[in-house]
């Protein structure tokens, strides 16, 4: 059975929301409006808002979405793959949207570096959530920059040849990036959390957090996850990154001897694991 979220179902369910929120009596209503914290007004500086929008801005939005991009997407539904490979349409929104990301956090940091508010026991947890976001972002970049060079058949390289210095950025880009955009979750709740903000932005993000998940399962059902390297360079046994295993979770590859299944098709791709 094919797991695809059809567009339709999406619309379906946004109207729903909205058809539920309207038909809510209005002390409903003026429920979510109201603070965490149950108090009758908010009060909360501009630098301080800013900031947490934009960090919600770039880890909610920008930073999942060149996720699903550079796990998903490798492949375009239209590409003839084997025959037409490397293709970077999803290296370019990858990059994009990470380094808006990471600008939007820098920008996010010095509003409230300039804002300097109190630190209570709340606001210490946010702030050390915070700030190990920040230094792993750093990592990541820096890591991006000393990844080696890509390479390909005949011409040496870390990627292609699939070095020790290859191996090493693979494993920790992977797994950090994975586990700061887990961790961004409970740091940006504890941000709304120190700023007592309105009860609707709570139950907007846990639904919007709750959906990427969705996606994310859908994909992962629906398209599977494609080996970089087999996207870039195929399937064929002589190419030597294609004799290890692949990295990363969920991270699947193809044997030469069987025939791609493209995604634009109805069926669902189909990928062997690396052995």
């Known amino acids: 059975m094919v797991t695809r979220i059809h567009p339709f179902l999406c619309a379906a369910g946004v109207c729903a929301l909205m058809a539920f929120a309207l038909g809510m009596p209005w002390s409903g209503r003026a429920w979510l409006w109201q603070p965490l914290s149950g108090a ?4 909360l500086g501009l630098l301080a808002a800013w900031h947490g929008r934009l960090m919600v801005l770039a880890w909610g939005l920008l930073f999942p979405a060149g996720i699903l991009i550079a796990r998903y997407a490798k492949v375009t539904p239209r590409q003839r793959w084997p025959e037409e490979l490397d293709n970077r349409l999803w290296w370019r929104l990858h990059l994009l949207l990470q380094s808006l990301g990471s600008l939007l956090m820098l920008l996010a940091i010095g509003l409230i570096l300039v804002a300097a508010q109190g630190a209570t026991s709340r606001a210490r947890w946010h702030a050390l959530g915070g700030w190990s976001l920040v230094a792993g972002v750093v990592i990541q970049v820096v890591g991006g920059r000393l990844r080696g060079s ?3 058949p005949g011409i040496p390289g870390d990627h292609y040849l699939m070095t020790r210095r290859r191996l090493v950025f693979e494993y920790v880009h992977k797994t950090l990036g994975w586990l700061a955009l887990v961790l961004s ?3 940006v709740l504890a941000g709304l959390v120190v700023a007592d903000a309105p009860r609707w932005m709570f139950l907007v ?8 998940v969705i ?7 629906w398209r ?3 080996d970089t390297y087999q996207a870039i360079w195929g399937p064929a046994d002589c190419h030597p990154g294609n004799r290890l295993r692949p990295i990363g979770w969920g991270v699947s590859r193809q044997p030469e ?5 493209r995604p634009a098709t109805r069926s669902r791709a189909k990928f062997v694991r690396g052995h």
């Open 185 to 187: 979750v409970p740091v």
């Open 205 to 212: 993000l846990i639904l919007w957090w709750t959906a990427l």
């Open 40 to 43: 009758g007004e908010h009060h």
């Open 215 to 221: 996606l994310l399962i859908a994909l992962q059902r």
């Open 150 to 152: 890509k390479g390909g």
């Open 257 to 261: 001897r069987e025939t791609f299944i």
């Open 224 to 226: 599977g996850c494609l």
